[in-house]
């Protein structure tokens, strides 16, 4: 075989490796029909090389041309899942999950049905007041203030991942029947919230100290409950780590995860059968240029470990975005007896309230109570 055909064919075996590894073949084909004969010629031009040092440095370069594209990736990533515009939203995965029965599945649509009829009827009475509150990092942060008379009941209900006020009306009306104080806010580059990246929670849980801030400054009497939902739910973990007033009573997380970096790595294999390295490493360098904090850092299972104050946990068997075994990683981690949990079989992501309805509220007011 003549030698530039032999080298032609190692290329193009590598470069079918590195496509498969990265789920891409544009790549590594133009790599082998393009780039192959080119490197050859280049390095066999001054000097006769024998097979094996043609070989090992076609190795090195296409080391190198992997290296480039995980970086390449890794940006896109970054910028698809945590950038204020990114796709990360829409999403089908190939996550195997438990069949749910059909009377299970009527269930849930009936509950979102009655749900999204009892929020639109909660926001034609009650508009709202929009507030506003800058950080200490000079972000500005939008919310939604719904009073509700005299009562020193509060509660900040936040959205999920890249929602924004609405997305948390379901808890806000619910809290709202039972006389609460309600605020709902943007969460960062969320809505009318600034910032050109996602916090996943980890950001926003300043935010929502200077949100805390905002409401004891209104009614010092306040008894504060952070209640939220995805990544409302890692936002309220978060925010629990911290060293919060003595008005802050109680955490509800609902459908939670242990930290950015797990999620991610889920997603990613998930949603397009990859393993973590080396894109999420590549992608948590660019998180921490970019958006200011890491991926691993970013952990809601590190600060449940320092709650003190009484949480309740929330999760549905089927869901096929936050694993459901998270939910007992994070209320194992949680120190104390003043902890619960709630299980919902078969709800997928989010959806425990609207499998169990009326239950899902009366345990979570008795946990409050």
Not at 24 to 32: D, E, K, L
Not at 80 to 90: A, F, H, L, P, V
Not at 136 to 146: A, P, R, S
Not at 164 to 192: E, F, I, K, M
Request: hydrophobic fraction near 40%.
């Amino acid at each position: 075989m003549k030698r530039p055909i032999f080298v032609a064919i190692i290329g193009y075996i590598l470069g079918i490796i590195v496509g498969l590894y990265l789920h891409t073949s544009i790549v590594p084909f133009c790599i082998c029909i393009v780039a192959t004969p080119i490197i050859y010629k280049k390095i066999t031009k001054k000097k006769k090389l024998s097979i094996k040092k043609v070989i090992l440095i076609i190795i090195a370069i296409l080391a190198a041309l992997f290296v480039l594209i995980s970086l390449f990736a890794g940006n896109y990533l970054v910028n698809y899942s945590i950038g204020r515009s990114g796709d990360g939203g829409n999403r089908t995965v190939a996550l195997e999950i438990p069949e749910t029965a059909d009377d299970t599945e009527r269930t849930i649509a009936e509950g979102k049905i009655a749900q999204q009829e009892a929020n639109e009827a909660f926001l034609a009475e009650n508009p709202g007041q929009t507030v506003e509150i800058t950080t200490e990092d000079d972000i500005h942060c939008n919310g939604v203030y719904y009073p509700n008379g005299e009562s020193h009941d509060w509660v900040i209900a936040l959205h999920g991942y890249r929602g924004d006020h609405l997305g948390a009306t379901s808890l806000a009306q619910h809290y709202y029947t039972h006389n609460y104080q309600v605020l709902t806010p943007d969460l960062r580059a969320c809505g009318d919230t600034d910032g050109n990246y996602l916090g996943m929670g980890w950001l926003d849980r300043k935010d929502i100290l200077s949100w805390i801030n905002w409401i004891i400054a209104q009614d010092s009497d306040a008894r504060i409950v952070i209640h939220g939902i995805s990544m409302g739910a890692a936002t309220t973990m978060m925010t629990a780590g911290e060293d919060t007033p003595d008005q802050v009573v109680a955490f509800i997380e609902d459908c939670g995860y242990t930290s950015v970096w797990d999620i991610f790595s889920s997603e990613l294999k998930l949603r397009f059968g990859m393993p973590e390295f080396p894109l999420m490493y590549t992608a948590n360098l660019f998180a921490i240029a970019k958006a200011g904090y890491s991926f691993k850092e970013a952990s809601a299972l590190n600060q449940v470990k320092n709650c003190k104050k009484p949480m309740l946990f929330i999760h549905g068997t089927a869901d096929d975005f936050i694993p459901y075994e998270m939910m007992d990683t994070l209320y194992q981690a949680k120190p104390g007896d003043n902890k619960e949990k709630i299980t919902a079989p078969g709800a997928g992501h989010g959806e425990a309230m609207y499998l169990l309805g009326d239950e899902y509220w009366d345990d979570v007011f008795t946990f409050l109570e």
